[in-house]
């Protein structure tokens, strides 16, 4: 073999390695953009909004706030899903959503969010949401696409590196903590994660904390605890009250179900889903699960004294609840 054919041997090995690593990277390299939806009539005609740091909504100056929690959506719920939870829950005066809302974080968020809320009462009520891994764009340079800070202008109050997707909103009885679990840290940042979680609670003036994020400090199906995410939350958030998560498509629950300030302190740890893609729990996990099927939310209620959370099914069906209690 000549050493010109040896060299251009090297050059082709190399030039498949590199288109490789490239596919790998970025892996929607290979998944066509849809076209923006075209809906038609007034379906787009929302007035979708989000908590922002210039902005006092009347809920957070609500002696009593009541307000839904949604897990995972993947696109699953209608909006006659959505205008069934506002009938079951009329109060509700705001709205959370624990990531995952799209299957693909290719899709348009701000039209998708117009066509399925349109003409609910979701549609003109703040939402906080926090990302999952289906909103980052996958590979090596994981990150968030920009339609996303398009659609959720959301407070910039937390670490500078998570602006935008880890916040906290606060209302008169409750400080409401959002965390991206999804994003790349580094070794560095696992200690100002864990600086910010635990500076935000104790900063709180308000009597309860409650945190959402994406992937669970504790995961309700074997194998799919996250490390880092234990490593960097577990202790940070153990002054808070209650944790949702979402993630593993089951509704689990860790922690007492009813308890006062006379007991010891121990948060409540929630996982809820509100898709109908369901994942069979496996034995040994660390969050018992109540319910392995779905879709489900939960309705919150917080008063100086009382926190309570229903979790609920479609049409109203309570699966669960608990009631913590402070005088």
């Not at 994003?183 to 409650?210: E, F, G, H, M």
């Amino acid at each position: 073999m000549t050493k010109r054919t040896i060299i251009w041997l090297i050059l082709a090995v190399l030039i498949l390695a590199s288109g490789t690593v490239v596919c790998v990277t970025r892996w929607d390299a290979w998944f066509t953009m849809p076209p923006e939806p075209e809906w038609t009539g007034d379906t787009l005609q929302t007035r979708f909004a989000t908590f922002r740091d210039d902005t006092i909504y009347p809920c957070q100056l609500s002696d009593t706030l009541s307000m839904v929690v949604l897990g995972d959506v993947h696109n699953k719920l209608e909006n006659s899903d959505y205008m069934l939870i506002a009938q079951q829950y009329p109060q509700m005066q705001c709205y959370a959503q624990l990531g995952d809302f799209v299957e693909r974080e290719q899709f348009y968020y701000k039209q998708l969010l117009a066509h399925q809320l349109a003409g609910t009462p979701f549609d003109s009520l703040p939402m906080m949401t926090c990302p999952g891994n289906h909103e980052y764009v996958k590979g090596i340079n994981k990150q968030l696409p920009e339609s996303w800070y398009e659609t959720f202008p959301l407070p910039h109050n937390g670490p500078e590196y998570g602006a935008g997707s880890t916040y906290y909103v606060d209302f008169r009885n409750l400080r409401f903590i959002a965390i991206d679990t999804e994003d790349p840290l580094i070794l560095s940042d696992y200690t100002r994660l864990n600086a910010w979680a635990k500076n935000a609670i104790s900063s709180a003036c308000q009597p309860w904390v409650v945190v959402m994020m994406h992937r669970p400090v504790f995961a309700s199906r074997k194998g799919r605890m996250n490390p880092t995410v234990w490593v960097t939350l577990a202790y940070a958030l153990r002054e808070a009250d209650v944790i949702f998560s979402g993630h593993d498509h089951t509704y689990a629950r860790r922690g007492r179900t009813l308890q006062d300030e006379h007991e010891q302190h121990e948060p409540v740890w929630l996982g809820i889903t509100s898709t109908t893609k369901v994942r069979t729990p496996k034995s040994r996990s660390r969050m018992d699960t109540i319910v392995a099927g779905g879709p489900f939310y939960a309705q919150m209620r917080v008063t100086r004294h009382e926190l309570t959370v229903r979790t609920c099914q479609l049409d109203g069906a309570c699966i669960d609840s608990i009631a913590l209690y402070k005088r």
